[in-house]
């Protein structure tokens, strides 16, 4: 069982339209990041949020993280090919630093 | 300021031969991480070293696998007779000194290693 489960797993739309993808977990956690892949690449860092109800924004991307800090979500507006990615949420462990890893929302966003 | 750096991108093996793969983390880091993402599958911790040191290595399989952060030089993960379920992206990490708190991790862009 993932201690951090991501959904959907794949989710493909057209140009323009929003979207929401979602991080899950029954445990609760000091903060949690979420990254973009690139087909080909390595994990880039988009946001950590740290308090539980926490909103922060990346342009016309939308982080939130959970009141109990438990889940998170990421909204995308308006969303374009160039958002197309693999989009990953992880946690630290109390060691601070393994990170535990979501296995991912693949999205393409079509033309 | 280069990012980190991991070298080959593409390394293809036969069952039984030895796989190197190479990292050199940013200036100024001197905290390394390696991680294994298998397809459809999320990245999973292997080993994290600092220079000289192994301080968790929890994540590598005990067999065949060994990874090091030398004084000077990139860090080296290696894998000893290789078989098929090896075949992975291996990521490489590097942070800076750790001053409390979470610590931000920058990804290189992996070396696909494909066992035939």
């Known amino acids: 069982t993932q201690l951090l489960e991501q959904s959907p797993q794949f989710l493909s739309i057209q140009e323009g339209e929003n979207l929401t993808v979602y991080c899950n977990s029954s445990?609760?956690?000091?903060?949690l990041q979420w990254y973009r892949q690139e087909p080909g690449e390595g994990p880039v860092l988009l946001v950590t949020v740290v308090t539980g109800g926490e909103v922060k924004k990346l342009k016309r991307l939308t982080f939130q993280f959970g009141d109990a800090r438990k889940d998170s979500s990421l909204h995308i507006t308006a969303a374009q090919p160039g958002d197309t990615g693999l989009y990953l949420c992880?946690?630290?462990?109390?060691?601070?630093?393994?990170?535990?890893w979501g296995a991912g929302t693949k999205l393409i966003i079509k033309p | 300021n280069a990012g980190v750096m991991q070298n080959p991108r593409h390394l293809v093996r036969r069952r039984g031969q030895e796989a190197r793969l190479r990292c050199s983390p940013m200036?100024?880091?001197?905290?390394v991480y390696w991680y294994r993402q298998l397809p459809e599958e999320g990245l999973k911790f292997m080993v994290y070293?600092?220079?000289?040191?192994?301080?968790?290595e929890s994540g590598m399989p005990k067999e065949r696998f060994s990874a090091e952060f030398p004084k000077e030089g990139p860090s080296i993960l290696r894998i000893q007779q290789v078989v098929r379920g090896d075949s992975a992206a291996y990521f490489c990490a590097s942070s800076p000194i750790q001053r409390g708190g979470y610590n931000e991790q920058f990804f290189g862009p992996g070396t696909r290693l494909t066992v035939l």
């Open positions: 445990s609760v956690f000091s903060s």
């Open positions: 992880a946690v630290l462990m109390d060691s601070n630093y393994q990170l535990i």
């Open positions: 070293l600092q220079k000289e040191n192994i301080i968790d």
């Open positions: 200036k100024g880091h001197s905290h």
